[in-house]
């Protein structure tokens, strides 16, 4: 993994998953979600060969850094906020040989 030292994870994200539905505008269900882990995290920076080849699935996303080992299981049906915005999960790459981070791609919710 690109990421050697924990003193680079310096940014603060929230994962939520959902946990049942609430009442929205005009009685319509929303799905309702709550905090499950709020861990450090890093960006990892794109190269423009990488962006250039990237299918129209991984156009406009992020790509996170943070330490694999977690209160609980990241899972790609949760939902990343940052800074107030909210991303789906489209990857997990964990590190399987250390266990040391995991890169996690994220694109914007609409």
């Known amino acids: ?56 699935v991984y156009k406009n996303t992020l790509n996170i850094i943070i330490r694999q080992r977690q209160k609980e299981i990241v899972t790609p049906d949760w939902i990343a906020e940052i800074d107030g915005n909210e991303y789906q999960i489209i990857e997990i790459n964990p590190d399987v040989e250390n266990d040391d981070f995991m890169l996690i791609v994220l694109k914007a919710v609409h």
């Open 1 to 56: 993994m690109a990421l050697s030292r924990t003193g680079k994870l310096t940014k603060r994200m929230i994962f939520k998953k959902q946990n049942g539905y609430k009442k929205g505008v005009n009685g319509i269900k929303e799905p309702n979600y709550e905090e499950v882990i709020k861990p450090w995290f890093a960006y990892k920076q794109k190269f423009l060969n990488e962006i250039k080849s990237e299918s129209t």
